[in-house]
């Protein structure tokens, strides 16, 4: 099935670092979603970003729905340790009684201390 | 206020066997998604239901179905289990059609392991 694009598979920062992760389609979404993902846990939702062009922020989380609509990005400044895990990216399109989202594969994210 | 809750939270089969899978969403919440998470496919969407009816359907065999029970209890059920079922099942709840502002809340999900 589609997926999004991410990578690099797997990021490692020092702690204090800034990070950007991005997101790509070929397919346009009217909606963008960034999670993260603990181990032995699911997804947790982190932003939702609805209009293109839309920039929110949730603490030191940064995300950008692309102007396109085809790609969404992620910052995280001044990590911290807990900041580790798999971060996905999510597109949805809404129509009808369509609202599946289609996942990227996700970033691995390691902080050292 | 409960979140997402998914049982049984592992679970071992052997092939050939059937699974039944409970998803409990967050209260209020009249949609429920179903994923399958493997390392190697990531998160791959299998069905929505919404108000008891299946609104929409991933590329899966039809030994994955699943139903939601009118207090939007959903199961899923994997028949004829086969070794490359093994994965994360993860349940996702949200308010439903035409409320799309929240995005999905996942529960912990099931991990199945098919021997």
């Known amino acids: 099935g589609q997926q999004l694009n991410q990578s690099p598979q797997s990021m490692f920062i020092q702690e204090g670092e800034d990070v950007s992760m991005n997101c790509t389609s070929s397919?346009?979404?009217?909606?963008w979603l960034w999670y993260k993902q603990d181990p032995g846990e699911g997804p947790v939702l982190l932003i939702a970003l609805y209009k293109a062009g839309e920039l929110t922020s949730n603490g030191r989380l940064t995300a950008q729905f692309g102007i396109t609509r085809k790609d969404s990005f992620l910052n995280i400044s001044a990590s911290i340790p807990s900041d580790v895990g798999i971060y996905f990216c999510?597109?949805?399109?809404?129509?009808?009684?369509?609202?599946?989202?289609?996942f990227g594969k996700g970033i691995t994210l390691s902080v050292r201390p | 206020k409960a979140g997402v809750t998914q049982t049984p939270r592992y679970l071992i089969k052997t092939r050939g066997q059937q699974v039944t899978l409970s998803c409990s969403p967050i209260s209020g919440h009249r949609s429920v998604s179903w994923y399958q998470q493997t390392p190697g496919q990531g998160l791959q969407f299998l069905f929505e239901y919404f108000s008891e009816t299946q609104r929409n359907k991933g590329n899966f065999p039809g030994r994955f179905s699943g139903r939601q029970f009118s207090n939007s209890r959903s199961e899923m059920n994997v028949s004829t289990l086969e070794l490359g079922d093994s994965a994360l099942y993860l349940c996702?709840?949200?308010?439903?059609?035409?409320?799309?502002?929240?995005?999905?809340?996942f529960g912990s999900g099931t991990r199945l392991t098919v021997v």
């Open positions: 996702a709840s949200s308010l439903g059609q035409g409320f799309f502002h929240y995005g999905y809340t």
């Open positions: 999510a597109g949805q399109l809404r129509s009808g009684a369509n609202s599946k989202l289609t």
């Open positions: 397919s346009i979404f009217n909606t």
